[in-house]
Every structure is written in C-alpha cells, then in structure tokens.
C-alpha cells in the first residue's frame, strides 16, 4: 500500500512543483517584461555605452635585497678565538 501511495505522490509532487515554477516564471515575465524591455530600449539609445573607454594601470613591485657578502659568510683564520688554557692550570 505505501509502494503504490509513495509511486502515485511522488509523480504528483514533481508536476506540480514543475507547473508551481512555470506559473512564476509567467507571472514574473507578465508584472516586469515591460520594464525589461523599456531597459533595453533606454541603454541602446543611450551614447555612454557606445562611447565607454578604459585604461588599466599596472604597477609592478620588486624587492631589492643586497647580495650576501662572502667575508660575512667565511669565518677567518684570524678572527678564531684563542684558547684559554689558564683555566685547565688553575684547577690542575
């Protein structure tokens, strides 16, 4: 019974919910296809859509960083520390 119900709602349901939307469609073209049409009138005869120009301007950013230097980078042979030996003789 519910198999035979639910195979007679269903299709039901879905016509009308299809005939629901055609109807607003109609009804929405019908109240505001005037006014569409005067629109499109109103912007054909209109001479700033015709005449329209554009400019794009670009700008374009780099980031400027200073190489590394080798001499910061190398560590000389004279700048090592020295080692302290002082300590070692004062616990011997």
């Known amino acids: 019974m519910i198999a035979t119900l639910a195979s007679f ?4 349901l879905f016509i009308g919910s299809a005939v629901f ?4 469609l109609a009804l929405t ?12 009138a109103q912007l054909a ?9 554009g400019r794009v301007a670009t700008t374009r950013v780099h980031e400027f ?10 560590a000389r042979a004279g700048s090592a520390p020295a080692r302290r030996l002082s300590g070692r003789r004062a616990v011997a």
């Open 9 to 12: 709602a269903l299709p039901c």
């Open 21 to 24: 939307a055609l109807a607003t």
């Open 29 to 40: 073209w019908r109240a505001y296809g005037r006014e569409l049409g005067a629109l499109r």
């Open 45 to 53: 005869a209109c001479p700033d859509l015709r005449e329209y120009q």
């Open 65 to 74: 960083t200073s190489g590394l230097r080798r001499s910061a980078i190398r």
